[in-house]
C-alpha cells in the first residue's frame, strides 16, 4: 500500500530540492478533484526569461510558459475526437484519403550499405492506430533501425536532408513504417499527422481550430504554438534547464547547446505532436473538462472511449515498457503492473499501489519531465510542470510520485 505523506512535507521536500544546486530549477504543480476544485497548488523555484537569457533569476509560477512536447499530443486527441464526433473523421477507416502522404508508406526491412530494405503493408493506417502509437511509425531517434536509415538518407540523398528538416510535419515526419499498422507499439509522429489531418478536415490551420474549439471555450488563454507571435507570453517564458553529468544544474546557452535543442522547441511549425507552449494554469484547465467529463469539449460517450484500452495486442507496449527507453513517460510505473494505450494517454490497468491510485487511470508527460495524470476512481487529477532535460530525470519522477500519492490523502 502507498505509504502516506503529508501534503506539508512534500511540499517541504520541493522547496528543498528547489533550493539545492543538484536539486530541481522549479516545479509547479495542481491536482483537482472529481469536481474540478482545486485540491492543492504549489510553485517553487526559479528560472531564466527565454527572452532575456543574461537576466535574472525569476520566481517560477502556474503561469509561467513551458513548452509542452509531447503534452500537446492530448490536445490534438480531443480535436480530432471532436471531428469524429462531427462526422468527419472515423476512427477505423482508412486515413489515405486525408492523408495521402501515408498511402504508399512501406515497412522497413533492414538497412544495408546498399540501402533500406522495404516490403509493402497490407494493412490500412488509420485514425485510431495513429492516436494509439500502433500505426507503424516510430520517432526517428527512438528505434535503431528507423536511425541507420535516417543516417543512410541524410548521406546518401542529401535532395531528401531538406525534407527531413522542414519546417512543415508532412515533410519532416515522412520516414516507414516499423511494423504492419496495429501489429505492433512504437513511440511515434503519429499525433502530427492526426493534426495534420484535423487541419485539411477541418478547413483552418491547426492553430486556429485548437484556439476555437479547445483553448477559447476553456479560457486557456496562455497556450500557443507560436511565442513569436504573443510577446506577452515570450516575456514570461522559461528557458530550459538541463542536468549535467555530475547533476548540477545548468540553464541558459549552455543547456541547449548540451542537448541540441533550440529554445527547448520544436522546429516544426504547428507539430500535433510536441509543438505547444503553455502554463500549469492553462493545462489543468483541460484536464478538469475531460475528468469532469463536463461536455465543454466532448461527448461523455467519446471521453468514456478515451479510457478504454485500445490496443489489440498490449504486449508490444509493454516490451516498451520493460525496455530502458520507457522511463522518461512510464518512470512511475512498476514493471508488472499492467498498460494498455487509449485515446490520449498511457492507460493504466491495474492500481499503482506505491502512490495509492486505482485502476483505469490515464497519464503522459512531456520531454521536459512535465507530467500529467487523469484517475477516475480516486477522482483526481493533475499536472506536474517543469522545463529540465534530459527527459526521465529521477529526481522529477520521485517528487512527481510523493505529490500524487499526498493529492489522495487530502
Known amino acids: 500500500m502507498a505509504h502516506s505523506e503529508s501534503m506539508a512535507s512534500v511540499e517541504d521536500a520541493f522547496r528543498g530540492a528547489t533550493s539545492d544546486a543538484k536539486g530541481l530549477p522549479h516545479a509547479a504543480l ?16 526559479t528560472f531564466k526569461p527565454l527572452s532575456v537569457i543574461s537576466g535574472p533569476q525569476q520566481p517560477f509560477t502556474h503561469d509561467t510558459i513551458c513548452w509542452l512536447a509531447s503534452c500537446t499530443k492530448l490536445m490534438t486527441t480531443i480535436a480530432a475526437l471532436q471531428l469524429v464526433e462531427r462526422g468527419l473523421l472515423s476512427l477505423n477507416e482508412d486515413i489515405a484519403p486525408i492523408l495521402p502522404e501515408l498511402a504508399k508508406v512501406q515497412i522497413l526491412v533492414d538497412v544495408k550499405e546498399t540501402g533500406p530494405i522495404f516490403r509493402p503493408r497490407t494493412r490500412p493506417i488509420t485514425l485510431r492506430s495513429l492516436l494509439t502509437h500502433s500505426s507503424g511509425l516510430v520517432y526517428e531517434s527512438m528505434d535503431p533501425k528507423m536511425t541507420a536509415w535516417g543516417e543512410w538518407v541524410r548521406k546518401n540523398y542529401p535532395e531528401e536532408v531538406a525534407n527531413l528538416n522542414s519546417t512543415e510535419p508532412a515533410k519532416a515526419f515522412s520516414g516507414p ?12 509522429t503519429g499525433l502530427d499527422w492526426v493534426g495534420i ?29 507560436d511565442l513569436s507571435t504573443r510577446p506577452d507570453l515570450l516575456s514570461r517564458a522559461a528557458l ?35 509543438g ?11 484536464l478538469r473538462s475531460i ?40 518512470g512511475n510505473i512498476p514493471h508488472e503492473t499492467r498498460v494498455d494505450f487509449g485515446l490520449g494517454g498511457l492507460v493504466v490497468m491495474d492500481d499503482l499501489e506505491r502512490v495509492g491510485r486505482r ?19 480516486n477522482g483526481v ?21 510523493r505529490f500524487e500519492r499526498a493529492t489522495y490523502s487530502l
Not at 489531418?197 to 504554438?225: C, E, N
Not at 535543442?261 to 505532436?273: A, C, F, H, I, K
Not at 485502476?359 to 477516475?376: I, Y
Not at 506536474?384 to 510520485?401: N, S
Open 30 to 45: 495542481i491536482a483537482m478533484d472529481k469536481d474540478g476544485n482545486i485540491i492543492q497548488a504549489l510553485a517553487t523555484g
Open 177 to 188: 513504417l516499423l511494423f504492419e499498422p496495429g501489429e505492433g507499439w512504437a513511440y511515434s
Open 197 to 225: 489531418a484535423v487541419a485539411r478536415v477541418s478547413g483552418l490551420p491547426l492553430t486556429q481550430y485548437l484556439k476555437q474549439h479547445i483553448w477559447s471555450p476553456l479560457g486557456m488563454d496562455s497556450t500557443t504554438f
Open 240 to 274: 530550459m534547464t538541463f542536468r549535467a553529468d555530475d547533476g548540477e544544474l545548468v540553464s541558459g546557452e549552455t543547456a541547449l547547446k548540451a542537448f541540441g535543442v533550440q529554445n527547448g522547441t520544436l522546429y516544426v511549425t504547428e507539430s500535433g505532436g510536441g
Open 276 to 286: 505547444c507552449f503553455s502554463t500549469a494554469n492553462d493545462y489543468i484547465k483541460l
Open 291 to 330: 475528468h469532469t467529463n463536463d461536455g465543454m469539449l466532448l461527448k461523455p460517450e467519446s471521453v468514456e472511449e478515451m479510457f478504454k484500452p485500445q490496443l489489440a495486442d498490449p504486449i508490444h507496449l509493454k516490451r516498451y515498457h520493460l525496455g530502458p527507453g520507457s522511463n522518461p513517460l512510464m
Open 359 to 377: 485502476e483505469g487511470s490515464m497519464q503522459w508527460g512531456g520531454m521536459p519531465n512535465l507530467f500529467w495524470w487523469m484517475s477516475p476512481k
Open 381 to 401: 487529477c493533475g499536472c506536474y510542470f517543469q522545463q529540465l532535460l534530459p527527459p526521465g530525470d529521477k529526481m522529477a519522477v520521485d517528487m512527481y510520485q
